[in-house]
């Protein structure tokens, strides 16, 4: 598969608004040549469009190019694998929540630990999953969709944008905490469901929510619930599961940046207030938010807990579920 290479160096993809600062190094000797942050993921998806926000701001800060290096493939897990025993210590990964799925739904079939092989960075940005409906579908509430869901012989079918998902195995989460009988029907992206979802030939979806946004505002489609602790500021309307069916449920995809675990703590430490300051520049967070996310800062041990926390989730929804990667 072709790779495809961005090279981001402190005259090029310059971002309005974003300050040049002096280069610096964090540790004697570093950065030594260019630096690498591998994307699991094709050009010009969220992962994609993130690494290259954070590359500008480190090329900035360290005086060397950052090259933003697309290396797709197994669900992310070839660049994975590349990170996690890379040795050279210019190497880094950003990459989203299905790094933690895909290590829950894959089990003791990787070639490396999430855990044990990725030194944390920082968290980037997060973004809300919502549940759909169909405008043929009678329940104007998350509530009452759950409740004719379990009234009906075999539920109710809710598609996914594919098996091993964030999407898909968020729904999992959704069907143990409400007890709601939902028919997955996995197809291959956003973009491959929409026609069936539009027709009525599956009832409901659960997904991010860039494509969908238009189908409600024309009534094709209800939101009916965010998958996220809080509402959002520009939904104010849309109730989340928690105060609603399911208390305490809280599922935001995340993206973020790691390195090897043997990376040095200053080369962390400065990574993390790159990736920070990327944040704080406003014409970014405003790019973030027009594609449906929110800016999410952070410090490298709340990125950690992070970790650890979805760690637990997953395998115990994957285990319950007994949802896999087909």
Request: aromatic share 6%; hydrophobic share 45%; glycine share 10%.
């Amino acid at each position: 598969m072709r790779r495809r290479i961005l090279l981001v160096g402190t005259a090029t993809l310059a971002l309005p608004g974003l300050a040049i600062a002096q280069p610096a190094s964090p540790t004697p000797g570093w950065p030594a040549r260019p630096i690498r942050i591998l994307v699991g993921f094709s050009a010009g998806g969220a992962t994609d469009i993130y690494a290259r926000m954070v590359a500008e701001r480190v090329s900035a800060a360290f005086g060397q190019p950052a090259v933003v290096e697309n290396r797709p493939g197994a669900a992310g897990a070839v660049a994975n694998e590349l990170v996690a025993r890379a040795t050279d210590g210019h190497t880094f990964l950003m990459t989203s929540s299905s790094l933690s799925v895909g290590a829950a739904l894959r089990a003791g079939q990787l070639p490396y630990d999430v855990l044990r092989d990725f030194a944390p960075i920082a968290l980037f940005a997060t973004a809300t999953n919502g549940i759909y409906v169909h405008a043929s579908v009678p329940a104007t509430t998350i509530g009452a969709f759950v409740e004719l869901a379990r009234s009906r012989p075999g539920g109710i079918t809710m598609a996914s944008p594919g098996s091993g998902t964030t999407a898909h195995v968020t729904q999992e989460y959704f069907k143990m905490r409400t007890r709601a009988p939902l028919a997955h029907v996995p197809y291959r992206g956003s973009g491959t469901l929409m026609p069936d979802l539009l027709s009525g030939q599956v009832s409901s979806v659960l997904d991010n929510l860039p494509p969908y946004g238009e189908h409600v505002q024309a009534g094709r489609l209800r939101l009916l619930a965010v998958t996220s602790g809080q509402r959002l500021p520009s939904l104010p309307d849309v109730p989340t599961v928690a105060e609603t069916v399911a208390p305490g449920f809280d599922v935001v995809s995340w993206f973020g940046l790691l390195g090897p675990s043997a990376t040095p703590a200053p080369v962390l430490d400065a990574l993390n207030a790159a990736s920070n300051a990327t944040l704080a520049d406003a014409t970014v967070a405003a790019r973030i938010r027009a594609g449906g996310a929110e800016p999410a800062p952070s410090t490298r041990d709340a990125f950690s807990e992070l970790l650890r926390q979805e760690d637990r989730r997953w395998t115990e929804v994957v285990r319950v579920s007994g949802a896999r990667m087909e």
